[in-house]
């Protein structure tokens, strides 16, 4: 054979046999991956050992398996979406179910309470079916766009479109060249995987805008999943089931929450994710936590109401013990003659003493003349006299305080009108003047803001009460008017304010209290009753001896034997006789005979310790009724004015007893004031010490401890005008 020959056989019939060969039959075929969530494999093959037509045969085969598997994978694909979309669908069914169900059994309570969240619930039913409504309609909308989407891509990759179709025509080239070409197409068509595949991220992240992080991640770990195939598909499912696991974990935990009333509660539409979430089981805990403050509110008035019922339940048996201990406490024996003289003293113009053993006279007039009698002796003669002087006196009681208020002739007596305290021009002063010492007066001992004056053998305590009508606060001012006369005025908080005007002896003319505009007066003495030129004198000398024309028991109540009386009604009687004139406030303390013809309620619950002005709450608390009534009265009379009177045993001196009977008859006074809200300007004290004793001994006597009360107000200012 020839070169030519021989060259034909080794070159050219080669290459025309390449040339003439299919271009799928290589001569050899590396084994690769092409797509792996399409699970294709090019097997390798050898022209050497297979024949073209079991190589057509193979290839033919290969491409069946390739579409068999990317129809069993697109179908599993399938199957997983609609089973997600289902279980998705069922769980908004449900909670559609559990929310209609918690409208209906919140709509059937109705109460007031549980308005307010029925009203939240029906907005949050509003956003979460109305509001929610737009936005599940959106996301569900975005979820069908991305898996409509992913389908056309799917199809792209499996049908040969222009991404997928580029790799192809350059696989094709690739096979033909051989392992070493099909390496760069090969990274090429990667990158365009890769490319392609962040894009569709990057969509659905734009597209899941509106989506809470919960829904997110399983979108994301599904679009992983069918990437991945169905072999990898499985920890993918895996992974979104323990996410929704732990979704509903932590919505769990914030209902609980929520329900504990925390401040989310309160602020439900803060992120509307998780209402779309929660829906209305947000709103039935927020109604649980609005029905237990509810509960909690009722079981507070509850506890109130109980313990409202204790206190009066025990105001009531520390009423009834102290009715029983008065039942139980000792008493003076009764003098029988006494009680029948006691019961009409007007048949009688003798003395009147208490219907008691050793009971000292009746009227505090008659105990001043026996004790300037001094001696037995003379005691009894001027009982003999005032005995003589009565039989002259004609005993009328008046059946109110006008009728009271007549002249020695029986006539009504009428004053012009006033004019307002608080009228005249004054000069203010910088502060409380030093009053004058009245003329011929012998000073005592002094204490505090009380002195001891002795006039004609007459021994008194004197006292200023502008601190006590300073306890409830207020600024104090003064100023000096015409005459030596000064003017005080204590403005309290709410447009009250206390007027008094006083001589310059600081005996007090006037006061009123004014209420805005409204003045109520106090104490008044008109110019024609008034009489300056006399400090101290008693004005009683002037009169007879007073003849009682009631029965004892109608004059005095004794609060430790007459606890079941009538105190209002009692405090609201007229005097006993006529008066006279309108006396000043200092001619009713230091005159017995002034003084007798109100009627007086002794206080004798008040059981003082020797030497001692204290009261205790449980001694306060007999003063209740007797305060009621005086609360009565000033309901009825805002200007009823009342003496409160202090005194003591014979036990001590003189003087010291004074000042202690007069601590008491204050600190009386401020009980009834601080504890039972009596205005202090509508009491007045004054102590007596030892002058006007109950039972007749020089020994302690516990009835001679006492405080008593009185009406003046008929004696202190004019009361025509008042009916």
Do not use: C, W
């Amino acid at each position: 054979m020839g070169n030519r020959t021989k060259l034909l056989a080794t070159v050219a019939l080669p290459i025309a046999s390449m040339l003439l060969q299919p271009a799928y039959a290589a001569p050899y075929r590396a084994m690769q991956t092409v797509g792996n969530e399409q699970g294709v494999i090019l097997v390798q093959s050898n022209d050497g050992d297979l024949s073209e037509e079991e190589q057509r045969k193979l290839r033919r085969q290969q491409r069946q398996q390739q579409e068999q598997q990317g129809g069993q994978q697109q179908e599993r694909k399938k199957n997983r979406e609609q089973a997600q979309d289902g279980e998705q669908k069922s769980d908004r069914e449900k909670a559609r179910e559990e929310r209609r169900k918690q409208r209906e059994a919140q709509q059937g309570g109705g109460n007031e309470e549980q308005g307010k969240p029925n009203r939240e619930r029906k907005q949050a039913g509003q956003q979460g079916d109305g509001q929610n409504r737009p936005a599940q309609k959106e996301q569900q909308s975005d979820r069908e766009k991305a898996r409509e989407e992913r389908r056309k891509q799917r199809e792209a990759q499996q049908g040969g479109n222009e991404e997928q179709g580029k790799p192809n025509r350059e696989r094709k080239p690739a096979e033909q060249q051989g392992d070493g070409q099909n390496r760069p197409a090969q990274k090429e068509q990667q990158s365009d995987r890769e490319k392609a595949r962040e894009e569709r991220r990057k969509q659905r992240e734009a597209q899941q805008g509106g989506a809470n992080e919960e829904q997110g991640k399983p979108n994301r770990d599904r679009n992983q999943a069918e990437q991945q195939g169905d072999g990898q598909n499985r920890p993918a499912q895996k992974e979104q089931q323990s996410d929704r696991e732990k979704a509903r974990e932590e919505r769990r935990k914030q209902r609980e929450a929520q329900q504990g009333g925390n401040e989310e509660q309160g602020r439900p539409n803060r992120d509307r994710n998780q209402a779309e979430q929660q829906g209305d089981r947000k709103d039935a805990g927020q109604n649980r936590g609005a029905q237990d403050r509810n509960q909690a509110d009722r079981e507070q008035s509850d506890r109130e109401k109980a313990r409202e019922e204790r206190r009066k339940k025990a105001e009531a048996d520390r009423d009834r013990r102290t009715s029983e201990d008065n039942r139980e406490r000792p008493r003076r024996e009764r003098d029988p003659e006494r009680e029948r003289i006691a019961r009409d003293p007007s048949r009688t113009t003798e003395t009147i003493d208490l219907p008691v053993v050793g009971g000292a006279a009746v009227l505090d007039s008659d105990k001043d003349a026996d004790r300037r009698a001094g001696s037995r002796e003379s005691r009894e003669e001027s009982r003999r006299k005032r005995q003589e002087e009565r039989r002259n006196v004609n005993v009328r009681v008046p059946r109110s305080d006008a009728d009271a208020q007549v002249d020695r002739d029986g006539n009504r007596r009428s004053y012009e009108r006033r004019e307002a305290i608080d009228r005249e021009r004054g000069e203010r002063r910088d502060r409380r003047p030093n009053y004058r010492d009245p003329d011929n007066v012998r000073i005592g001992r002094r204490e505090d803001n009380r002195v001891i004056y002795n006039i004609d053998n007459r021994t008194f305590v004197r006292h200023y009460d502008s601190d006590r009508l300073s306890r409830r606060g207020g600024d104090t001012y003064y100023e000096t008017l015409r005459g030596g006369r000064v003017r005080e005025t204590i403005e309290r908080p709410g447009g009250v304010r206390v007027v008094t005007i006083r001589n310059e002896y600081g005996t007090v003319i006037q006061r009123s209290r004014f209420v805005g505009d409204r003045e109520y007066v106090l104490y008044y003495v008109p110019e024609v009753d008034y009489v300056d030129d006399r400090p101290f004198y008693d004005p009683g000398l002037d009169l007879p001896p007073m003849r009682l024309g009631i029965p004892v028991d109608e004059y005095i109540i004794d609060t430790s034997s007459d606890y079941d009386r009538d105190y209002r009604a009692f405090l609201d009687l007229p005097p006993v006789e006529p008066v006279e004139r309108v006396y000043t406030l200092d001619e009713v303390k230091y005159s017995a005979r002034i003084r007798d013809k109100v009627r007086r309620i002794d206080l004798d619950t008040i059981t003082f310790a020797t030497g001692s002005a204290d009261i205790s709450m449980e001694q306060a608390s007999t003063l209740r009724r007797v305060a009621d009534a005086i609360n009565d009265l000033l309901d009825q009379d805002p200007s009823e004015t009342f003496l409160i009177e202090g005194h003591t045993d014979a036990v001590g001196s003189d003087e010291s007893n004074l000042i202690l009977s007069d601590e008491r008859a204050e600190s009386v006074a401020n009980v009834l004031t601080d504890v039972y809200d009596i205005p202090p300007e509508n009491l007045s004290t004054q102590g007596y010490g030892e002058r006007y004793l109950k039972v007749t001994t020089d020994g302690p006597e516990q009835l001679n401890r006492r405080v008593t009360i009185r009406r003046v107000t008929p004696l202190v200012k004019p009361v025509a005008s008042a009916e």
